[in-house]
């Protein structure tokens, strides 16, 4: 599977990218702020940290990259999803980077998230679509976006987007 390259240009302020671990270690101090999704038992040398200072806004959240919350694993829970939310929000005016290990379940849906709370009630498949053009190979995973879709009062509407796509 081949991924889309970060650009060797800076990110534009406001600008909202995708990654993979790897892509994110190399990539990680051209952004203003960071969110990391990793696994709950994520070793050390699987993580993502800043070590040196300054550092951008960085935001660490860990559950499982699984769709089914009836599994017995570590999903995304709510206060989880809100406070990346709240996180990207704060950063609105600056490069975010989202990523996962591979950038295209957990990153993904927490961008989905993000790209639908920026843009507004009723554009959700504008948001599905922007996701798709930024990470094509995305495959959101399905807890986050429901937890998106209840704390941003979408009312099914961003799971239903997701639905028709796939």
């Known amino acids: 599977m081949s991924y889309p390259q ?7 302020p ?5 990654t993979g671990l790897s892509q994110a270690r190399r990539h990680k101090r051209r952004f203003d702020a960071v969110i990391t999704l990793e696994d709950p038992a994520c070793r050390p040398g699987s993580r ?19 769709d089914d919350d009836t599994l017995g694993v570590r999903v995304a829970t709510r206060d989880q999803v809100g406070e990346a939310l709240a996180f990207a929000r ?11 290990f591979h950038g295209v379940g957990r990153s993904a849906a927490m961008a989905l998230a993000i790209l639908a709370d920026r843009l507004g009630p009723g554009e ?5 679509n922007r996701l798709l053009a930024i990470r094509p190979e995305a495959t959101p995973n399905l ?15 961003l799971t239903a987007a997701l639905a028709a796509w796939e």
């Open 6 to 12: 970060i650009t060797p240009n800076a990110p534009r």
């Open 14 to 18: 406001g600008e909202l990218v995708v």
């Open 48 to 66: 993502l940290r800043f070590h040196r200072q300054p550092a951008p806004g960085h935001l660490v959240l860990a559950f499982e990259d699984v």
């Open 90 to 100: 704060a950063h609105a005016d600056g490069a975010l980077l989202v990523h996962c």
């Open 124 to 128: 959700e498949r504008v948001a599905l």
């Open 143 to 157: 807890v986050v976006v429901k937890l998106a879709d209840e704390i941003l009062g979408r009312d099914g509407g």
